[in-house]
């Protein structure tokens, strides 16, 4: 009886420290996916503060830079970002989906974003969202992450499309809900399970207000520089905040030599016309032509 008891002590402390040890485990990789996730965050506030706005295409191969935004998800840039390669607690690299209209470009102006985050019940959680990060953690069932015909790259395979870089073999579907469809406009954020264990953070576009310049009434906005709009004369078109002829000549400039730009400089009271002609201005004599030369 003795024995038998010892035996079952011993077993349901096996059991107990098993359990702990499983427990921990799990607490710890939640708490690294967290983490990264959040660096992830920060990151891609900090490049948009950086770019006036524009967030970097997604990583079709996993080597760290962003591609020619071709698709609209994929794996983390980090490599673009200026980081390390950013893992879950499972050492999986992190996915990312980003808005077109911040895709590799900055916007002209505060727009909401693409995207729409619901819970497990399809109760919206967030809508406008710019930009989704998402921890693939461990394959579910029916996930293959092959090599496919290329090697290794940090996080993907060097073959575009291998299994390695395929969205559906790290995102997953519940509530009808696809995270690794082909052009996303739902992400869904709910509890782990044996079919479901993304873990996502996102950008809305409050976290990047700061670095989108929004131009006055009247403004436009050049190269990341509030313009004034302006009306050009016949002739001329209005092209990065300046009024240019056919040859790319300003209204102080006149084609000269098979049409090169050729600078007019004016006397005092005297301003060149569309044409590049001396004209006298409000101040300046009428009797005279008051060009002085060229440069």
């Known amino acids: 009886m003795l024995i038998l008891m010892l035996i079952l002590a011993l077993t349901i402390s096996t059991v107990l420290v098993t359990g702990a040890g499983k427990k921990d485990k799990v607490v710890k990789r939640n708490q690294i996916s967290s983490e990264a996730l959040a660096t992830a965050k ?11 706005g524009a967030l970097p295409c997604p990583d ?6 962003g591609d020619s935004c071709s698709a609209t998800e994929g794996w983390l840039p ?15 690299c992190l996915r990312y989906a980003v808005s077109a209209a911040y895709e590799g470009v900055a916007p002209a102006s505060l727009v909401d974003g693409d995207f ?10 967030d809508i406008g969202v710019v930009a989704v990060v998402l921890a693939p953690l461990e394959a579910l069932s ?13 996080c993907g395979s060097t073959d575009s499309s291998a299994q390695k870089n395929d969205a559906s ?6 509530s009808g809900v696809n995270n690794a469809a082909s052009n996303p406009t739902v992400f869904i954020q709910a509890d782990n399970s044996n079919t479901f264990n993304d873990v996502s953070i996102w ?29 050009c004369d016949d002739g001329y078109t209005l092209v990065d905040g300046s009024c240019v002829d056919t040859y790319g000549c300003l209204v102080t400039e006149a084609p000269n030599n098979g049409g090169v730009c050729k600078n007019i400089v004016c006397d005092e009271g005297y301003t060149a016309n569309d044409g590049g002609q001396c004209i006298a201005d409000g101040n300046g004599n009428s009797g005279g032509n008051g060009n002085s030369g060229g440069n």
């Open 203 to 231: 950008l809305r576009t409050t976290d990047i207000t700061g670095s989108i310049l929004v131009c006055d009434a009247g403004y436009t906005l050049i190269n990341g520089v509030c313009e004034l709009i302006q009306s």
């Open 169 to 174: 073999n790290y995102l997953d579907t519940i």
């Open 116 to 125: 729409e985050i619901q819970d497990v019940d399809n109760n919206t959680r």
């Open 60 to 65: 079709s191969v996993g080597d760290g830079l």
């Open 42 to 52: 920060d990151v891609l506030v900090g490049y948009a503060y950086r770019n006036e």
């Open 142 to 154: 029916g996930q293959s992450r092959g090599m496919g015909s290329g090697s290794s790259s940090v």
């Open 78 to 92: 980090w490599q673009t970002l200026g980081v390390k390669p950013l893992r879950d607690g499972d050492g999986t």
